[in-house]
């Protein structure tokens, strides 16, 4: 059982940083391996259009996304991280999403499984604090977290989100929030085990 974390915030030891890393403990504790990959120390340029995909389904420009497109493929649970930025994900997190439309491809043109033949089902968590505390803060990052999950055919087992978190490390002072963060994390490896 393989559970890949996508760290999305630039903020290193920020608010999502620290929930991604309880949500993994938890994973972990179950016996999960675990991997983490912060997308702000990587070479991710936003998808381009080129159309360079459409025959392969694999994308042509070589940066750090190759490096994801495998570790996507490697992975039995997938956990998206981003806090809210204007509104949506953030650009970190929405450069890395765009690049998956070659796996688009490859689903919906090439009618190949995108990330390959799994026997377990593969299942994704969402991840996301905001600072302000308004109706449908996160509606925008979930409708982008989900259509990726769709795309990838990754089950969507839930999520974590934390409205009214702005100060850097603010949510180490939250318990709960920690707290949840672990027994998510514990669940998403659990429920695989009874299945
Ligand atoms: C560029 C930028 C845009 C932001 N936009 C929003 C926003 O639209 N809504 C909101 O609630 N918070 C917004 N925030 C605040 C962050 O969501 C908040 O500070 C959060 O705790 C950051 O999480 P992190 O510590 O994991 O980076 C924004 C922050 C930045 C830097």
């Known amino acids: 059982m393989r559970v ?6 630039p903020r290193r030891g920020g608010n999502t940083d620290i929930l991604l890393a309880e949500v993994m403990r938890g994973a972990a504790s179950q016996g999960a391996e675990t991997k983490t990959i912060v997308l702000s120390q990587l070479n991710i340029a936003p998808c ?16 750090d996304m190759q490096m994801i497109y495998d570790e996507l493929e490697r992975a039995d649970r997938l956990v998206v991280a981003s806090p809210v930025h204007f509104m ?22 090439l009618k190949l499984p995108p990330l390959g033949n799994r026997q377990v089902e593969r299942k994704g968590l969402f991840v ?4 302000m505390k308004i109706a449908n803060l996160f509606e925008p990052a979930l409708a982008t977290v989900r259509a990726l999950f769709k795309v990838l055919d990754i089950a969507y087992a839930g999520e974590l989100l934390f409205p009214g978190v702005d100060e850097k490390g603010a949510i180490a002072k939250n318990p709960d929030a920690l707290r949840q963060a672990f027994l998510t994390g514990q669940r998403l490896v659990e429920e695989t085990l009874s299945e």
């Open 88 to 109: 949506g994900v953030t650009a970190q997190t929405k450069a890395m999403i765009d690049r998956c439309q070659a796996l688009w491809v490859k689903k919906y043109r």
């Open 128 to 131: 996301s604090v905001g600072g």
């Open 48 to 63: 381009q259009h080129c159309d360079g995909c459409l025959e392969t389904g694999r994308c042509k420009v070589k940066d």
């Open 4 to 9: 890949l974390g996508i760290a999305g915030s």
